[in-house]
T-cell receptor
Framework: DTEVTQTPKHLVMGMTNKKSLKCEQH?????MYWYKQKAKKPPELMFV???????INESVPSRFSPECPNSSLLNLHLHALQPEDSALYLC?????????????FGPGTRLTVL | AQKVTQAQTEISVVEKEDVTLDCVYE???????LFWYKQPPSGELVFLIR??????QNEISGRYSWNFQKSTSSFNFTITASQVVDSAVYFC?????????FGTGTSLTVIP
């Protein structure tokens, strides 16, 4: 199984809502990532988990809260988002959280904040 | 400071033409890895190739080939005999240690 799955595919939420994005992989990878991608822009790294511990937080606002319950699952909890947070949120995994490992990406969650 | 440049914003080619995508990565690091990813309209990024900074051998894999020249910091990617399914945004993505970068991307359109 070489797939990274993400749910939901689309999400529309108000600025006062609380929602969560989910990501799952069954490749035995020990590193997982969250990226944010605006239209016609490259992905921007948000968080990296390595061996279920947060190893990189790219100064992301606290309204985004990551969680890694186990090595196969990665969540992104959303609270009090702003309209400018509307974007494609991509999850990825790699064998290890080191630069030489290629990343496998999920199809993304397209988030709209009203 | 690191700098990734994909100077070509958009490229259009006619099917079966060859196309080369350019990437320049400027860094003072001596050890790094260079990746190319493809993002079709569906949105899912797909890993294509990886090279390390010590290996300047050019390689060919099917219709893909790549040329890495450390002296000019260039890591170019060529698709031969392009097909409509190659239409996508292509990102050059260098990494050093735990630093991950993506270039601005080149949008390739292959016209049937």
């Amino acid at each position: 199984d070489t797939e990274v799955t993400q749910t939901p595919k689309h999400l529309v939420m108000g600025m006062t809502n609380k929602k969560s994005l989910k990501c799952e992989q069954h490749m035995g990878h020990r590193a997982m990532y969250w990226y944010k991608q605006k239209a016609k822009k490259p992905p921007e790294l948000m968080f990296v988990y390595s061996y279920e511990k947060l190893s990189i937080n790219e100064s992301v606002p606290s309204r985004f809260s990551p969680e890694c319950p186990n090595s196969s699952l990665l969540n992104l909890h959303l609270h009090a988002l702003q309209p400018e947070d509307s974007a494609l949120y991509l999850c990825a995994s790699s064998q290890l959280g080191l630069g030489y490992n290629e990343q496998f990406f999920g199809p993304g969650t397209r988030l709209t904040v009203l | 400071a690191q700098k990734v440049t994909q100077a070509q914003t958009e490229i259009s080619v006619v099917e079966k033409e060859d196309v080369t995508l350019d990437c320049v990565y400027e860094t003072r690091d001596t050890t790094y890895y260079l990746f190319w990813y493809k993002q079709p309209p569906s949105g899912e990024l797909v890993f294509l190739i990886r090279r390390n900074s010590f290996d300047e051998q050019n390689e060919i894999s099917g219709r893909y080939s790549w040329n890495f020249q450390k002296s000019t910091s260039s890591f170019n990617f060529t698709i031969t005999a392009s097909q409509v399914v190659d239409s996508a945004v292509y990102f050059c993505a260098p990494t050093t240690g735990n630093q991950f970068y993506f270039g601005t991307g080149t949008s390739l359109t292959v016209i049937p």
